[in-house]
């Protein structure tokens, strides 16, 4: 019944269309064709047959023939009526008989208001008074100030969408500036005469043009310029032009395309820039969300970046050939602090703010960035860079360029390169880090190396080299080209190293052990046999043999340690320096193939061997998290990665983007790396010693994305140290690292701010952290060295990143804690740039060192005394003897009767220098108890 149904519709419609078909033929045959036929002008302006622009007049021939009788008249009629000028016919020739042709003017006169008009025009013959007729669409664009386009911001605004967005206007400006971005495009900025403004100080009266691939504009072909210019204008700063087109967003931006804009008049040229538009001095106000405002009316702009001026972080390089510098006024009080490593700006809840009494106050809108488009179109080079300032270089000249939005950042786009004076404070010399005393001292560093790659294509990754296919798992996660966080060469890989050895030597005084956040997780290469300090530097990337042919576990150069690191480690001895050993878990790498990692000196550092009952480094994990385990939790081995799925809860609040972002269904997408350290105090195996847990992350990127995510990571991090510290309470644990998120009081999300899928502010994604039994030394930092209390700068900010958490012995055994000042405030490397000032910025982030006491203690030496017994060393003759005296020593000690200890171990070390002596025992192990003895403390 439906199918038959639907049959009888289909003819139903097919008869319908047949009648209408007839009559509309019938109907055709009865109306007479007209007898004259009318031609209207043509534009070549889509959708229109006459366009021109406001205060512009027009003129345009209309022709008009019948071949049966002469044309007498043409008249016309507008639809809607304008409301001021005229539309009309003028200077009508009437046809001198049967097929001439007749002709008059249809004219827009300059009065006519902005609109489209419907034009009808008639043709009269002698024997009908309507022969023919043709219609005329006319545009009249409107022609508008700029702060139209922009629209005004008013003083709470937060919604800047163009007021004209999709409209086709017309806006006269100059030319103030041409601009050019890495990639080659091109672009410039227009401004309005000072005095021919809309007067609104809360409207920009500048606008971006982006002209891509061009650096000439079309111009109109019904408006003057064709005949000034012809087809194309080359744009010319100092230039005043009548430009048409749409209003175009690009992410934010009030811009034109030069690819549907159009110049309709060049009505001035070989203008001075400076003395022809209003230029003020760049003054943001210090409320963030004021500033936002502030450069929104200002947007396309050119506005003064004055002498004085003060660099605020190194400069950032982006792609290799993009650059930004982040300044504030050198008026500004923040510039004027007496104590000059405190003249940069600070977190909001950083003891050095601007308003240090309050935790979330005013974002810090005073920063302002200079971007480096307008140098690369000065130059006409897309490699132009700004030049390498780093935080406390002055601004010495003035320097004017516009405003332009880009990634969320108004940049002031200067038009001559950076005039510095370097003589401010050095950076590095901002409470150094302080080498540690061997004999009594061990320290540890956490270091963030940015994506140190090497540059050798390794078989087990699709996503480390050019021309490879891109990475991919089974969540549908994916990693594809450009790989720009690769280096472009070996020769910047070995330069890298060398400055990174240098770092690691000279400012973080060779530490015992780096846990290493952001390497290359490749394992395929080992030290090459022909290798050693001397002959490394002429080996060059030749120092490692490798296999990059074989995958996975048929690699024949595989073990177990990451190439770069182990070649960083052969750098660092080929410049004098210790001998360093890398390790790592594999696991831990994540789809991109960076991981974390260790490096660990081998003349006092032991990598212990895992124990099955460990609790963590074992087969039976004790760590407390409701959750599914990965299956590599339970293998043996130090180091060891350990993950989890993520709990449902937050699993299936989990999105794409935003606070509820997760980085696949894991808790970590780079798993945390827990190693089993011990430290000697002296030759290993002859000295007491130290044994470290250290829990090593580089935790999901952004602080304001992935909330739920990172919450998880630092709640299973408190978790690993709780089952560390409930097998030994007294044991020494460091969970450390980049953690990409704030410390207390400081979060992304101020109190009571809006948390999407979450809550409300503050996220507090540490929670779990402060609330275990660790510390952050973070605190401990910013009490005693404010000024050097940061890990990474952030579009003009300092804030940390980078954390160390140590357990309640190793805080009571804490000396120092210091970041040290060698990344963050130097400039970024540009491509085809010599590093101007050194091994100083090879990184993003600033390298934080920790130095506790190895200081003897009884427990420590009575240690050490029963090893060498086990080792068949010291023979219990002389073992029993020196244990009792140190019993009783202790005792003493503890009783406050200093003296009467000291004796006791004076006689200890004799008894063990004596059987030194007489060969009981080897004279290297003699020496080496006495020496413990002699440090131990009563």
């Not at 000295?687 to 304001?704: E, I, K, M, R």
Request: glycine share 8%; charged share 20%; with cysteine.
């Amino acid at each position: 019944m439906r199918r038959a149904r639907s049959r009888s519709l289909v003819a139903a419609a097919s008869a319908a269309t047949l009648l209408v078909t007839l009559a509309a033929s019938a109907a055709s045959a009865q109306e007479p064709a007209p007898s004259a036929e009318v031609a209207c002008p043509t534009s070549p302006v889509p959708g229109f047959d006459l366009s021109t622009t406001e205060s512009y007049p027009a003129q345009r021939e209309v022709t008009a023939t019948s071949p049966e009788s002469a044309v007498t008249d043409l008249q016309l009629t507008v639809s809607p009526p304008p409301e001021s000028g005229e539309i009309t016919l003028t200077e009508v020739i009437p046809a001198e008989g049967p097929g001439g042709t007749a002709a008059a003017t249809l004219s827009v006169t300059g009065e006519v208001s902005a609109g489209t008009y419907t034009a009808t025009i008639t043709a009269v013959t002698d024997d009908d008074p309507a022969a023919g007729d043709c219609v005329a669409a006319i545009e009249v664009m409107p022609l508008v100030p700029i702060g139209a386009v922009q629209g005004s911001i008013a003083d709470d605004q937060t919604n800047f969408t163009s007021p004209l967005l999709g409209e086709r206007v017309a806006v006269r400006g100059v030319v103030t500036q041409v601009t050019m971005e890495g990639n080659g495009a091109h672009g410039f900025f227009l401004q309005e005469r000072a005095g021919e403004t809309d007067g609104d100080p809360q409207s920009s009266d500048g606008v971006f043009i982006y002209n891509g691939d061009f650096t000439t504009l079309r111009t109109e072909v019904e408006g003057p310029a064709r005949d000034q210019v012809g087809a194309d204008w080359q744009v010319a700063i100092g230039d005043e032009i009548v430009l048409r087109g749409e209003v175009g967003q690009y992410f934010g931006m009030t811009q034109f395309g030069g690819g549907g804009s159009f110049v309709w008049e060049v009505t001035d040229t070989g203008l001075d820039v400076p003395s022809t538009v209003a230029i003020a001095e760049v003054d943001p106000p210090d409320d963030a969300a004021d500033a936002l405002r502030y450069f929104r009316r200002h947007l396309g702009m050119q506005l003064t970046v004055p002498a004085g001026a003060q660099v605020v972080n190194g400069r950032d390089v982006f792609s290799g050939t993009d650059a930004e510098v982040w300044a504030i006024r050198g008026d500004h009080p923040v510039a004027q602090r007496e104590e000059p490593y405190s003249q940069r700006v600070f977190r909001d809840a950083h003891p050095l703010d601007n308003q240090p009494e309050t935790a979330f106050d005013d974002g810090n809108g005073y920063r302002f960035v200079l971007g480096s488009f307008g140098v690369k179109g000065s130059t006409g080079d897309p490699d132009a860079v700004l030049a390498p300032a780093r935080t406390f270089d002055t601004i010495t000249e003035a320097n004017r360029g516009g405003v332009y939005l880009s990634f969320g950042k108004y940049t002031v786009n200067v038009v001559d390169q950076l005039a510095l004076d370097t003589s401010g404070p050095d950076p590095a010399a901002n409470h150094p880090v302080e080498p540690a005393d061997r004999e009594r001292e061990f320290d540890i560093a956490a270091y963030n190396v940015e994506n140190l790659y090497d540059y050798r294509d390794n078989p087990n990754s699709g996503c480390d080299f050019p021309g490879n296919p891109g990475c991919f798992d089974e969540h549908g996660g994916s990693v594809t080209g450009p790989f720009d966080y690769v280096p472009d060469s070996d020769a910047e890989y070995q330069a890298r190293l060398q400055r990174m050895a240098e770092q690691i030597r000279l400012d973080l005084h060779s530490p015992d052990i780096v846990m290493i956040q952001e390497t290359e997780a490749q394992d395929v290469c080992t030290v090459a046999a022909a290798w050693t300090p001397e002959t490394g530097a002429e080996l060059g990337a030749d120092r490692l043999e490798c296999d990059l042919t074989n995958p996975g576990e048929a690699n024949t150069r595989s073990d177990g340690r990451p190439d770069s690191l182990l070649e960083l480690a052969l750098v660092i001895a080929e410049q004098g320096g210790p001998e360093y050993q890398a390790t790592f878990n594999l696991d831990s790498g994540d789809l991109r193939g960076i991981t974390t990692a260790y490096l660990y000196r081998t003349d006092r550092v032991e990598l212990l061997p895992a124990a099955a009952a460990d609790p963590v480094l074992g087969a039976d994990p004790q760590v407390a998290y409701d959750a599914e385990p990965l299956p590599y939790n339970t293998d043996v081995t130090n180091p060891k990665a350990l993950n989890t799925r993520l709990p449902d809860h937050v699993a299936d609040a989990c999105t794409g983007s935003g606070p509820t972002q997760c980085d696949g269904v894991n808790v970590f997408s780079r798993a945390p790396q827990v190693a089993l350290f011990r430290v000697w105090r002296g030759e290993p195996g002859l000295a007491s010693w130290t044994d470290l847990y250290l829990v090593n992350n580089h935790q999901s990127a952004g602080p304001d994305r992935r909330v739920l995510q990172r919450t998880e990571q630092a709640t299973y991090n408190a978790r690993i140290a709780e089952a560390v510290l409930a097998a030994d309470p007294a044991a020494r644990v460091v969970v450390g690292g980049d953690l990409n998120v704030f410390p207390r009081p400081d979060d992304p999300f101020a109190p009571g701010t809006a948390i999407p899928g979450v809550g409300e502010g503050p996220s507090d994604q540490l929670a779990a952290l402060y609330d275990s039994p660790l510390t952050n030394l973070y605190d401990t930092m910013v009490a005693e060295y404010p000024a050097i209390a940061y890990t990474f700068g952030f579009q003009g900010q300092a804030q940390t990143l980078d954390h160390l958490w140590v357990s309640p012995t190793l805080l009571a055994e804490l000396l120092d804690a210091r970041s040290a000042k060698i990344n963050v405030d130097w400039p970024a490397d540009a491509r085809g740039e010599d590093p101007a000032y050194g091994r100083f910025g090879v990184s993003d982030h600033d390298p934080e060192s920790a130095r506790f006491t190895a200081e003897p203690t009884f427990t420590s030496v009575r240690a050490l005394l029963s090893l060498l017994v086990t080792e068949e060393s010291v023979p219990p003759s002389v073992s029993s003897p020196v244990s009792t005296l140190l019993t009783n020593a202790e005792r003493l000690s503890q009783r406050g009767q200093s003296a009467a200890a000291g004796t006791l171990l004076e006689t200890a070390a004799e008894l063990v220098d004596r059987h030194g002596r007489l060969g009981t025992i080897d004279p290297e192990v003699a020496a080496a108890l006495r020496e413990e003895l002699a440090l131990l403390s009563p």
